[in-house]
């Protein structure tokens, strides 16, 4: 197992101390040893986006970054979405646009959605698509996706 | 068709509705339950070794060193488990002369694909597994690769297979009226390519997992499989190790996508299977993407030198091909890797009227990942053959590509009939969609703009396909061959005690929305709440026996099964109803989940109470009632071999003549699927095929080196299509529901990978042929464009 090391870090706002071995990943560290299986691992190279989630609100790709990097830090994975505001509206509008198959990308693709919308909310189609370059959905053909993330910046521009 | 009427257009009708999926609300909060979720007590992780040549001798494997590392509980060669587990054979007896030698699930003696499992190694965690394999010393004598599959029948090549004369699997050919007077009729025009169509994948993105937990108390068996067909594999499991099929339960919950990789036979599944039984506790083996790419099946792979003669007013005289094909060192098992040519040689030129037909394709071996049936298995290869060359021919005869169809496609009021290669067809509108997907892409407009750009130095292109896809399939796909593969699926459906209602079934759920669908057809014919009907599938403890989902089928399949189940536990409900109410059956129908007077909809009972009523009170019941509030119906299809369906796709695209990118800018796809059940899952299965046949034309190509080491094995170097390279996909429907159910509804699931391809590779060409240059081999890639405009340059 090698080297281990203690990290205190909250996780969907719990406070978690653990040890954990020095080279294991975020992904493994949240699936494996929290069973939070929430967060899927699709390439473990950083390119698919399965396992995306946010690391002191920032997305990040957890199979790319070490558990013991996250000491002193929080981390929300799909689980721990608020589901209130625009994280429930996002949910209504995947599942009313059917923006999701098989549902193995859709924690990510909710990350970076979430990103997408809370720091530039631009209804833009062509952009979301490129906000969106880093999260592979094999099912559809990403077009739901898009639909959906519009619905919820026009929706939320006219309230 | 069983005589059950139907109502399809009753006010509260749910079939044909966009109803948003309600279990996709798990998948939304993280709470789905894919296999690699699943601990077990006591498990232990496999991590497999896998040659890291294309053929060899195996000399030696020593693993002394590696049973002693951290973790390790045991390593397994294929030598060890030779003992418990029966070697498969991916033969079909239909496919006359198909051949393939026994396969072992670990390799024993000889590697024949770079990606092969040598041995197995058993560890607490992944990472102890992962880390004792390279402890593991494994020395081997490399062999001569056979890696290009045009040079795999020269005389000369080296055999692959001990005891084969050749590295030919198979062979087969249609011949069909007078193709050589075709071709040497001076009158007619012929147009030759040669076509190529490189290896691609699935890449599901939740790579194959399973777990395998043995209970030697009582012989029993079960596997967590991320798959497509629970009964097949449990009919291969209990064969293959020895246990009594009743004794093994294979369950599929979530699948994180599917698209024909996963209802295949891999070596490290049943080789976990086999280890958990030897061990006697649960085993896991989950995929990283290196070994997805080295072992889940590739497809196409297909080189077809094609010509076709077509007269001088455009009507197609005769098409002639011969295919090549290479699947690896063995036919797939148990679904074989013939029946992707066997498409080809049955679906090309399907939508025309074409009176000489000749068709050779031949199916070899080679040293390369094994291939097999994948997302609208043959149809990309055949739909690009013909329709291709018919743009080609029609550039020739400078006639329009929609008008040189509009001649040859087969007129919509001649069904039945049978196409060129014999296959029988009926109740298709090729005409009707060729005539909306106009209307719909607005192409006179397309055509004058693109005249104007190219002034410009824009060079946009437009094309086209007509084309089929296989759904439904009757026992003549598979079952007739011996193939322990069902054709027929059941439904059980339960009124419980609460008024809710249950469905079980056979096919399975890959993200597709079949449960949403089943559940879908229950409510609309029991007059209940959507979210009042609860469905399981993926069990073969606890659903019907039946084939699983493939071929496009579930809905056609699965879903009329539960439509006559569902009408049966309504003709159930309703007689005792009749004996509560003392009312005839007749008059009296559900609605909103209550009894209702079939007249005046006047509500009489709830469901919750007449369940109630049965399940506790019976005392309330004359003693000659005996209610049943459970049915369960299976069909089949049994009026023709398969069920074809037909679409028109249009592709806009751009290509940029100094770069080579191709951006598809648009892409309008109308599809005849039968009934629509969903448009709002139909319309997503539709785009989603699409893309992944934009992928096969345009990005995707497993990449082999002259040695037969696959050179691009992560997702930095496969590229699949991303969001912002695709464009907005604009679906329509004809429908034109088959007699051959009640329900009507065909498969939708392939249409869009087996008719993108033709349609972006017309498009690409008519971009670029005014220049001088045609491309007629996908992927078509940036270099590959280049290379082709560059031969004009030279010609020049």
């Known amino acids: ?159 | 068709m069983t005589g059950v009427k139907f109502d399809f257009d009753k006010p509260t009708k749910l079939i044909g509705q966009p109803e948003a999926r309600l279990d996709a609300k798990r998948l939304l909060h993280g709470r789905g339950r894919f296999v690699d979720d699943i601990q077990l007590p006591r498990m232990l992780h496999a991590y497999f070794i896998r040659s890291p040549i294309a053929h060899g001798k195996i000399v030696s494997i020593n693993v002394s060193r590696a049973i002693d590392a951290d973790g390790v509980v045991n390593v397994f060669t294929g030598k060890d488990l030779e003992n418990v587990v029966e070697p498969y054979v991916g033969v079909l007896s239909h496919l006359a002369g198909l051949r393939s030698p026994p396969q072992a699930p670990v390799a024993i003696d000889y590697v024949k694909w770079q990606g092969e499992p040598v041995a197995v190694v058993l560890a607490h965690s992944r990472a102890q597994a992962e880390d004792a394999a390279e402890l593991v010393e494994i020395e081997y004598d490399e062999l001569p690769a056979v890696v290009d599959m045009e040079k795999a029948l020269d005389e000369g090549c080296p055999l692959i297979h001990e005891g084969y004369d050749s590295n030919l699997a198979w062979q087969r050919t249609v011949d069909v009226g007078d193709v050589s007077n075709a071709f040497s009729n001076p009158e007619n025009f012929v147009v030759k390519k040669k076509f190529k169509f490189g290896r691609h994948t699935g890449v599901t993105l939740e790579p194959r997992t399973s777990i395998a937990e043995y209970d030697p108390s009582d012989d029993q068996l079960t596997v967590w499989y991320s798959g497509q067909a629970p009964h097949m594999m449990q009919f291969i499991f209990a064969k293959h190790l020895g246990l009594l099929e009743e004794n093994v339960r294979v369950i599929s919950q979530d699948v994180g996508g599917s698209f024909g990789i996963k209802v295949h036979t891999y070596g490290d599944e049943v080789a976990v299977a086999a280890i958990a039984k030897l061990l006697g506790r649960p085993i896991k083996f989950t995929a990283d993407r290196y070994e997805s790419f080295m072992s889940d099946i590739h497809a196409r792979d297909h080189v077809v030198d094609a010509r076709m003669a077509i007269s001088a007013s455009g009507q197609i005289i005769g098409l002639e091909f011969d295919d090549v094909t290479g699947i690896g060192p063995y036919s797939m098992y148990p679904r074989t890797s013939a029946i992707e040519a066997n498409q080809v040689l049955n679906l090309t030129g399907a939508p025309y009227v074409i009176p000489n037909y000749r068709a050779t394709s031949k199916v070899v071996f080679q040293n390369k990942n094994l291939m097999c049936q994948y997302r609208a298995v043959g149809h990309p290869i055949a739909m690009a053959i013909c329709d291709c060359l018919l743009e080609e021919a029609a550039a020739q005869i400078q006639m329009d590509p929609v008008e040189v169809r509009r001649i040859n496609l087969m007129a919509d009021n001649s069904y039945p009939r049978t196409s060129a290669s014999g296959m029988k067809l009926d109740e298709l509108s090729h005409q009707a969609a060729l005539n909306k997907l106009i209307e719909m892409m607005d192409y006179n407009s397309l055509r004058s703009d693109q005249l104007e750009l190219r002034k410009d130095g824009v060079f946009r292109g437009i094309g086209f396909v007509s084309m089929v896809e296989v759904t439904n399939p009757s026992p003549m796909f598979y079952g007739i061959g011996g193939a322990p593969i069902a054709s027929q699926d059941g439904a059980t459906v339960r009124l419980d005690a609460g008024g809710g209602i249950h469905v079980s079934s056979s096919v399975t759920e890959q993200g597709q929305g079949t449960n949403a669908i089943l559940a879908q057809i229950v409510a609309d014919v029991l007059g209940v709440d959507l979210a009042r009907v609860k469905v399981t599938t993926g069990d073969t403890k606890t659903t019907p026996y039946g084939g699983g989902t493939w071929a496009s089928r579930g809905a056609g399949i699965g879903g009329e099964a539960a439509l006559l189940a569902a009408n049966a536990l309504k003709e159930q409900i309703l007689d005792a109803a009749s004996v509560i109410l003392q009312a005839k059956p007749a008059d009296l129908d559900i609605k909103n989940g209550q009894i209702v007077d079939a007249k005046t909809f006047v509500e009489k009972l709830s469901l919750s109470d007449l369940a109630r009523t049965v399940y506790y009170r019976g005392n309330e019941l004359p003693d000659e009632a005996k209610p049943e509030l459970v049915a369960t119906r299976h069909y089949r299809v049994t009026d023709a071999p398969f069920v074809f369906t037909n679409g028109a796709m249009a592709a806009h695209v751009e290509v940029d003549i100094e770069t080579g990118f191709v951006k598809v800018l648009d892409f309008w796809a109308v599809e005849d699927c039968g009934r629509v059940i969903n448009p709002l899952l139909v319309d997503e299965q539709i785009r989603g095929g699409v893309v992944q046949g934009i992928g096969g034309a345009l990005y995707e190509e497993c990449l082999y080196s002259d040695e037969g080491q696959l050179l691009n094995t992560s997702l930095a170097d496969y590229l699949v299509p991303m969001a912002s390279e695709m464009p907005d996909i604009h679906v329509a429907h004809i429908e034109t529901p088959t007699k051959s159910s009640v329900l009507g509804a065909k498969g939708a699931g392939e249409a869009g990978t087996g008719g993108a391809p033709a349609a972006v590779m017309n498009a690409v060409n008519d971009a670029l042929r005014h220049l001088g240059a045609t491309i007629y081999q996908m992927p078509m890639t940036p270099e590959r464009i280049l290379s082709a405009l560059a031969e004009t340059k030279a010609d020049h």
Do not use: W
Not at chain 1, 7 to 33: H, P, Q
Not at chain 1, 34 to 51: F, I, N, W, Y
């Open chain 1, 1 to 159: 197992m090698g080297q281990t090391k203690k990290i205190k870090v909250t996780v969907n706002g719990e406070r978690i101390e653990r040890d954990v071995a020095v080279r294991t990943n975020l992904s493994d560290f949240l699936r494996n040893d929290l069973g939070l299986t929430g967060t899927h691992v699709g390439c473990e190279h950083g390119v698919c986006g399965a396992c995306t989630v946010r690391v002191n609100g920032q997305t990040v790709r957890s199979c790319l970054m070490l558990a013991v990097q996250v000491d002193d830090l929080e981390v929300t994975t799909v689980e721990g979405l608020a589901d209130s505001g625009p994280v429930s509206a996002l949910r209504a509008a995947f599942l009313k646009r059917n923006a999701l198959q098989c549902g193995y990308c859709t924690p990510g693709m909710l990350a970076s959605a979430i990103e997408y919308i809370e720091k530039i909310g631009d209804p833009d189609r062509k952009k979301i698509r490129e906000h969106l370059s880093g999260n592979y959905c094999r099912c559809t053909g990403y077009q739901s996706i898009v639909d959906a993330i519009c619905d919820v910046i026009q929706v939320g521009a006219e309230t």
